[in-house]
T-cell receptor
Framework: KAGVTQTPRYLIKTRGQQVTLSCSPISGHRSVSWYQQTPGQGLQFLFEYFSETQRNKGNFPGRFSGRQFSNSRSEMNVSTLELGDSALYLC????????????FGSGTRLTVV | GIQVEQSPPDLILQEGANSTLRCNFSDSVNNLQWFHQNPWGQLINLFYIPSGTKQNGRLSATTVATERYSLLYISSSQTTDSGVYFCAVEGNNNDMRFGAGTRLTVKP
């Protein structure tokens, strides 16, 4: 069973640009969550999608957005990049149920210069 | 939202020693997981343990949901156990909240 796939693995962008990150969940998983990890703030929840609907959103500005497609693949977009957006972006998938946990992808490391 | 506190923040051990990592959380949870983050940043799922006790080799975990804490035990530690260990909990609102992590260093 393939794991959670995130692309690209590394990305360098300039301030003011926008970026789109992709996450393909484990086959059969309908929930995809996104997290931002920085040395100063740790792992912070961005948003969670289930069956193409955003169910929950963390405390991030509107520049951070996402979507989920009918095949459960998800994308997140950050517009008007700032230096502080440099981080490791992690995606996790799960299938809600009594015995399932979250499986994470390898992450996308974004550097804003 | 649910608050998650992990202790200790840093732990240095000699190879072969045992350790206990703690996770306290502020409200009832539907899901609790322990993760190990490797040097490349990937979060490896160690245990899904909203309650009870589980063991996997040298690692075991116990969650006492009524008292809102979980413990991760590492026995006979090895240098490959080094890294950051995270506890994450999920309440009723479908988001996983992470603790700040415990950075474990195992010296040969």
């Amino acid at each position: 069973k393939a794991g959670v796939t995130q692309t690209p693995r590394y990305l360098i962008k300039t301030r003011g640009q926008q970026v789109t990150l992709s996450c393909s969940p484990i086959s059969g998983h309908r929930s995809v969550s996104w997290y931002q990890q920085t040395p100063g703030q740790g792992l912070q929840f961005l948003f969670e999608y289930f069956s193409e609907t955003q169910r929950n959103k963390g405390n991030f500005p509107g520049r951070f957005s996402g979507r989920q497609f009918s095949n459960s693949r998800s994308e997140m977009n950050v517009s008007t990049l700032e230096l502080g957006d440099s981080a490791l972006y992690l995606c996790a998938s799960n299938e809600p149920g009594p015995a399932y946990g979250y499986t994470f992808g390898s992450g996308t490391r974004l550097t804003v210069v | 939202g649910i608050q998650v506190e992990q202790s200790p923040p840093d732990l240095i051990l000699q190879e072969g020693a045992n350790s206990t990592l703690r996770c306290n959380f502020s409200d009832s949870v539907n899901n609790l997981q322990w993760f190990h983050q490797n040097p490349w940043g990937q979060l490896i799922n160690l245990f899904y343990i909203p309650s009870g006790t589980k063991q996997n080799g040298r690692l075991s975990a116990t969650t006492v949901a009524t008292e809102r804490y979980s413990l991760l035990y590492i026995s006979s530690s090895q240098t490959t156990d080094s890294g950051v260990y995270f506890c994450a909990v999920e309440g009723n609102n479908n988001d996983m909240r992470f603790g700040a992590g415990t950075r474990l260093t195992v010296k040969p």
